[in-house]
């Protein structure tokens, strides 16, 4: 009875060791194709890539980290850029007593790109951009024209920082509670400044607007 359970002790540690061995000498796997690695993202994600990318002027190769992405920008400080939620979620507010109705929060998702053809709409000038207005801000005849509209940008002041920082923007709850605030979201990347404020002024996405980053290839 000895011997079998010495026997059963020494097997049943051998296996283990040789298949180490085994898996050693075969080296790590292969990695999966950049096609296999692209289409494991969520489709959302890319979606947000591709309105991105501007072929005379976007890089030839896009890197997307691991989610979350904690790689520093060259100016110093985390980065805002790229298709994750926690980056593209943002405040969409619009404000405007007699102009914009009191909704307070409208649970509908819009992006950067339909701002313009919304405050085109509040002007009564919404057949000059192409783009859909945000429901309850469309053309109205007995709604009154502004005479100003002042846009504001919170740069890098997306839903993750008003999250983390809850009590530090009393004045933007306020415009949403007596204003219209929807569930924005910015709709591309790279989500920099210039090629997302060029999405505010056109309500194009940079994959049409042509403005991709702040450094653009420039082959010649």
């Known amino acids: 009875m000895a011997f079998w ?11 283990p060791l040789v298949t180490a061995f085994v898996e ?22 890319l979606t947000r890539i591709k309105r991105g990318y501007y072929e ?3 890089g030839q190769i896009s890197i997307v980290p691991r989610y979350p992405m904690y790689m ?3 100016a110093g400080g985390w980065s805002h850029s790229g298709p ?20 307070a929060h409208v649970g509908v998702s819009v992006t950067m790109a339909d701002v313009a053809a919304t405050l085109a709409s509040l002007m009564h000038t919404d057949e000059r951009v192409r783009g859909n207005a945000m429901p ?29 920082w809850k009590d530090a923007w009393p004045n933007l709850e306020r415009f949403m509670a007596k204003g219209a605030s929807y569930d924005g979201w910015v709709g591309s990347s790279p989500s920099v ?12 996405f940079p994959s049409r607007a042509g403005v991709t980053d702040v450094p653009v290839l420039d082959e010649k």
């Not at 359970?5 to 296996?15: E, K, R």
């Not at 994750?84 to 009191?102: A, D, E, K, T």
């Not at 309850?136 to 008003?162: C, E, F, M, Y």
């Open 5 to 15: 359970v010495t026997a059963a002790v020494v097997l049943g540690g051998t296996v």
């Open 24 to 45: 050693y000498f075969k080296g790590p796997p292969a990695p999966p194709s950049f096609d296999a690695q692209a289409c494991a993202l969520p489709p959302e994600w």
């Open 56 to 58: 005379p002027r976007s």
């Open 72 to 74: 520093a920008s060259g």
């Open 84 to 103: 994750w939620p926690y980056l593209q979620r943002i405040p969409m507010v619009f404000y405007g007593p007699g102009i914009v109705p009191g909704y």
């Open 136 to 164: 309850g801000l469309r053309r109205h005849a007995q709604r009154p024209i502004p005479k100003l509209v002042l846009t504001i940008v919170w740069d890098g002041g997306g839903s993750n920082v008003l999250d983390h």
């Open 193 to 204: 400044t210039p090629a997302v404020h060029t999405t505010l002024g056109t309500g194009h």
